[in-house]
């Protein structure tokens, strides 16, 4: 049996859009090593009503509901109230709810506010959540056959809720009820459009099996995630299913990798920048950058890992022709005759980047992100990527690889950006040791 | 009267979060206009009965649908299906509907797949929405009192076919029933926590009112949205609540600006590398950078400006010491004395951006972003931000402030960030012509 999973998001801010969910993955993935599948999402504002019609909805359809947010010091934060009205309980405040609070806000030098002891307002008969990072209690309780949990908005806290005081229980009950488990792989590809990989992928999955495909379309790629639910660690003892199942899964990987070859380039949760600066540190190599109509977002991103000052010297955007010729040492008559944006001053910038920082890789980006500077010849997405490396390195000196991207400036922003880290991935994979 | 609104996301794939929703702002900003107020926003996986489940819930509870996604050409599309299914009408092909697919294809150069002909399956009794950028067909339908409005699920399909097929008829709808209005205001505020930004406001907005206040904090900073329902155009015409709505609007604004003064940094839709930007294009300064923990975020942050080429020269991103010392000129016992993260070589940092770039003014970070490399003295989320000026200007010479933040390595390195370019923002506000 595979219990079902919602997750209600609560927050008017929340219907804005234009924010990463940064919670759903997380709770989406412990939910599933409990053996619970998230099948529904929802968002609702601060409406009191509303947010009970929601709970009532997902009692109807799932066993396990978590809530997110409202659960703060402010009028808005309608959680609490909304909970105890919906299951027909008062809210009493509850001592080791408040003990909890004053204890984090000890730790902070800091005491509760009026409006903070609001927070310690739980629904008669459930449980209190500790929350281990901040300031607001959870709680969980039983309604209708399912589980209900508040938790924090702040990602931080409900995950660190979430993993302390929610799983432990969930994969008890799983344990004791015989509950399936989801076993999710994800693959990551770059350079073809969905549609390919859709028809190189063809046949790959039988149809009515196991393993559900799904495809996934971003401008940083094409994500291939691969799902099968097998039965739990204690069943497994007696059958040979999940066995079944897992060596499965494991085939269908080497085929999909079979298929999709070197435009993978990264599993599970690694992200393009986590890949090549691993090439990097392994090796031993060192790193410069010189873009421009990536304006830092290469940079950015190689500084999203950790430890990348060990081998990422610098970066420079030169926006102006001045900045390139300057820093880079780009030739004033290159930038003339052929323009920015062409092979040869790519090829001139990474050359640049490479004697000046005396590192072992230049990368760099030269083109239009638009929407103005475009022309007929130089179209807006237009770009040119170059890799230069000391002559020591097996392939020697350099080369400029072009690119048509569309989109709008943020989209080629970040294809452009995409493509380069790609193309120094993929050269550090051929001239590998 | 105000409608309720509801979008239904459709896609396994946008369970598993970690993406930006950008199609809400905008489907809600038009269901606004339209009177429609959204009120939830459901995720459902390619599950033909949980899609089927999701429709019927919000025919209880709102009076306009948005459907999003599931309706492009590969298997695992089902929202025409369960469309079909929910209301009790079978799929026919559609010859408009076929047509258009067509039409868009050819422009391509291309034909229509076999399975690309499925996008041609409509609702019997549906109303096909055109795709004008798109090959997938949309359609609308009457059920249960609500109407019902299938929308592709990338964004730019969904707002051309929002705007161009669904707008007009809720517009029309919305001025023959005199349904009311949204008019929602945005201030964007940068360094104080939500908690002061709430107590700051206190009594500004009279409770049970027509005016809603929300905040809304990210590490960009709280964001205060005032939302207030008045009448409609037509019915404006018959009375005077509209502008008094309106006018209260303006005075609250008025009354939150003085309150939070230098805090707000915009407004609407507005970014601070917007703001930044053209205040600097407007004083027709140049400016340049060098970044050493924010990585090329500031870069990228103020290219994703279009135009911004007119007064960005550069950015440095010197992680290095050798790329500080060589690009920047910052002496070798600065470093040496003071280590990288100090005041003095933040100071240095943005001297030397500025004399060798030749522009009007330096911006300079250096920080630690964490997990690694703090220390007591200096902690992991320590930064010091330094700004560097001709002595034309007002005022000559240059500044240092020291910063605390808190937070995982992508929150500093973005509320680094931001609290550079509101930095330099509130230096040309106070310097200003």
Redesign the interface.
């Known amino acids: 049996m595979v219990r079902r999973g919602e997750i209600i998001a609560i ?16 709770l ?1 993935e412990g939910l599933a090593r409990a053996g619970v599948e ?10 009191e009503d ?1 947010i009970v ?2 709970l009532a ?1 997902a009692v109807r ?1 799932v066993e396990v509901v978590l809530l997110t947010g409202g659960l703060g ?2 009028s ?1 934060d309608r959680t609490r109230e909304a909970v105890a009205k919906a299951v027909g309980k008062p809210l009493r405040r509850r001592a080791e709810a408040v003990l909890g609070m004053r204890r984090q806000l000890t730790m902070w030098g800091r005491k509760p ?1 009026a ?1 903070q002891l609001r927070q310690g307002l739980i629904p008669v008969g459930a449980e209190v959540l500790a929350n281990p990072v901040g300031s607001a209690p959870g709680f969980a309780l039983r309604w209708k056959g399912a589980l209900i949990a508040a938790l924090p908005g702040v990602p ?1 806290e409900a995950e660190e809720m979430f993993s302390a005081a929610l799983l432990p229980r969930l994969l008890a009950e799983s344990m004791a009820s015989g509950a399936e488990q989801l076993e999710r792989r994800i693959l990551y590809t770059f350079g073809l459009p969905e549609s390919e990989v ?1 028809q190189k992928l063809a046949g790959i999955i039988p149809s009515g099996g196991p393993i ?1 495909l ?3 379309a ?1 401008p940083l790629g094409v ?1 291939v ?1 691969l799902t099968v639910w097998g039965k739990s660690p204690r069943q497994v003892m007696a059958s040979t299913r999940k066995q079944g199942n897992a060596e499965h899964l494991d085939k269908t990987i080497r085929a999909i990798k079979t298929r999709l070859a070197s435009w993978i380039y990264a599993e599970g949760s690694d992200t393009m920048e986590q890949v090549v600066g691993r090439y990097l540190a392994d090796r031993g190599l060192t790193l410069a950058v010189a ?1 421009s ?12 890992v ?4 060990a081998y ?9 022709n ?2 390139k010729s ?2 880079l040492g780009v030739p004033a008559r290159l930038l003339k005759r052929h323009g920015a944006v062409s092979p040869q001053v790519a090829a001139a910038m990474a050359r640049g980047i490479r004697s ?2 005396r590192v072992s890789i230049g990368l760099s980006v030269t083109g239009i ?4 500077g475009g022309t007929k010849d130089k179209p807006v997405g237009l770009v040119y990527i170059g890799v230069a490396a000391a002559s020591s390195t097996k392939r020697s000196g350099g080369f400029t690889q072009r690119f048509q991207f569309h989109g709008n ?2 989209t080629i ?1 970040l294809r452009a950006s995409q493509a380069a880290l790609n193309l120094l991935r993929q050269w550090l994979v051929k001239t590998g040791a």
Chains 1, 2 share one sequence.
């Open positions: 927050g008017s801010e929340l219907l804005l859009g234009g924010r990463v969910d940064s919670n759903s993955l997380f989406m998230l099948r529904f999402k929802s968002i609702v504002g601060d409406d509303d019609a929601a909805t359809r010091p402010t808005d506010t409006a931080r859709d559900q799904g495809l996934l971003s994500l995630s873009e109509c990536t304006g830092g977002l290469i940079g950015h991103r190689l500084t999203q950790s430890g990348s000052s990422l010297d610098r970066v420079a955007v030169t926006y102006s001045r900045a300057e820093w000046k920082s992100a638009g929407p103005g400036r943020e922003k």
